[in-house]
């Protein structure tokens, strides 16, 4: 299945609410007020957010009004001009080696899921990957970091359950420099109820990883749940307190109707979004492409 196809398939659920409506609304009629009311709606409805929705709006306002458009074909063209804008103003980082991206997220949003798949996809490319199951808060979470990394088939360095985060990150970056380790990817706990803890423990993480390895390209990653809309922007804004995001996965893209949530995380956040979850299987990791998502979103 071609990447089209697979973002496609993985957003029907979100183009089956949009797409149809979408559709609709551009058959004809005027360019009137109850049209960009009823575009308002979609987007709102779609979890694209208000302020980008209202600046949505105002551009396809202003360039309808320009160009003196009058055709809704064209018109439908101008939005997803300005989408795949909007979603193209914050690109994603262009890796150097060696990488060390952190990732975080709270739980139940599918972060070990996203690391294991992330893992596969850079072995794939070729990499040699390090995964860092430095989550030693949650019972278990080594041992399904652990079943990840054999399945991606990489190597992971863990510690018993409580140990500490910064010891385990000491020694994954020192053996990920013995060997030569092209890409080391750290869990991280997602416990929210103690943000000050949350706070400290992320801050000594990124203080050990650029003491240890300062020639590596270093990322924070947040992993946010699609299904949860606009309650999902919220998550950047506590972690962003902690480090400083450096881009998004969203996973389980292909489980809700609110997939316009990547066009929030873009317009209201001005984060850009790494890749995308749209499926459960090992390969369903996608790199966010905007022209993609956009075509999906209306075919």
Known sequence: MGLFAKIKAGLKKTKDVIAYKLNKLFTGGALDDDFYDELEYILLSSDVGAATTER???????VVDEKLLRDRADVKEELKRIMVDILDENPAPEYEYPLVIMVSGVNGVGKTTAMGKLAKKFKKEGKSVLLVAADTFRAAAADQL??????????????????????????????????????????????????????????????IIR????????????????????????????????????????TKLDGTAKGGVVLAVAGDLEVPVVYIGVGEGIDDLEEFDSVSFVNAIFE
């Open 56 to 62: 949505i709006l105002t551009e396809l306002r202003d």
């Open 146 to 207: 652990s079943v990840w990394a054999e399945r991606a088939g990489v190597r992971i360095v863990k510690q018993a359950e409580g140990a500490d985060p910064g010891s385990v990150v000491f020694d994954a970056l020192t053996s990920a420099k013995a060997k030569g380790d092209d890409v080391i990817l750290v869990d991280t706990a997602g416990r929210l109820h103690n943000k000050k803890n949350l706070m400290d423990e992320l801050g000594k993480i990124s203080r």
């Open 211 to 250: 003491r240890e390895m300062p020639e590596a390209m270093y990322l924070n990653y947040i992993v946010l749940d699609a299904t949860t809309g606009q309650n999902a922007l919220s998550q950047v804004d506590i972690f962003n307190e902690a480090v400083d995001v450096d881009g998004i996965i969203l």
